[in-house]
């Protein structure tokens, strides 16, 4: 019995037997360790890149929450990314019970920051630190707004029928680095329980 070994893409291939028109070979990593396949499927079951950033423990996520958002109040997060090529890919998300604005501002200046906030590692074993600064957005005095990078309306404050209502980023944005962020929730009405949650990943570009 032969046995090929062929690497592809740092995957090994190894290719046993040959006979009556099938191959058997299995698939193995540099290790020489096997790597299964779904038995219904005969498909190689795989994560997506942020699933493997939370096994690396380089992924991390945030919220805060405001119980009495009320027309014209800001609450929402300040963050500021390090002077490194070790770049931010990040998701936000925001709601409020009535209705509200999500803007995110790129660039912005601002005079005073408010309370530090620490991320949390998704993986709860990892002791990795994120690179990233956070703020609470509410106590920040903003003297330049910068770039409009998104903003959307949450919800409708129509007296008729007025309710509460959601965002969330379906696409990542890999921030600037060496650049300081807002990320504010708006209320368009009285009374509002708001939340901005953002999760991150800090990944430096493979050459």
């Known amino acids: ?60 996520c945030i919220s805060i929450t405001d119980t009495d958002l009320d027309t014209a109040e800001t609450n929402g ?5 390090t002077n490194s090529t070790k770049w931010v890919h990040m998701l936000f998300s925001a709601d409020d019970t009535v209705a509200a604005t999500l803007s995110i501002y790129e660039g912005i200046i601002q005079t ?3 309370a530090a906030i620490t991320p949390i590692n998704s993986d709860r074993n990892s002791t990795n630190l994120s690179d990233t600064k956070l703020y609470q957005g509410s106590t920040t005095v903003i003297t330049n707004f910068g770039t409009v990078v998104k903003r959307t309306l949450i919800g409708t404050n129509n007296p008729l029928n007025r309710q509460g209502g959601g965002t969330r980023g379906e696409n990542e944005y890999v ?33």
């Open 1 to 60: 019995m032969k046995k090929l070994i062929a690497i592809v893409f740092g995957v090994c291939l190894a290719v046993s037997s040959f006979g009556q028109g099938f191959v058997d070979a299995r698939i193995e990593d540099r290790a020489g360790r096997n790597m299964s396949l779904d038995r219904a499927t005969w498909v190689m079951p795989t994560i997506t890149y942020e699933h493997h950033e939370v096994h690396s423990g380089s992924h991390y």
């Open 77 to 81: 997060i300040v963050l500021i990314t």
């Open 175 to 207: 921030l600037k680095q060496n650049t300081a962020y807002a990320i504010l929730i708006e209320g368009n009405a009285d009374n509002g329980r708001a939340n901005v949650g953002l999760c991150w990943y800090e990944h430096t570009n493979k050459e």
């Open 112 to 114: 005073n920051l408010g």
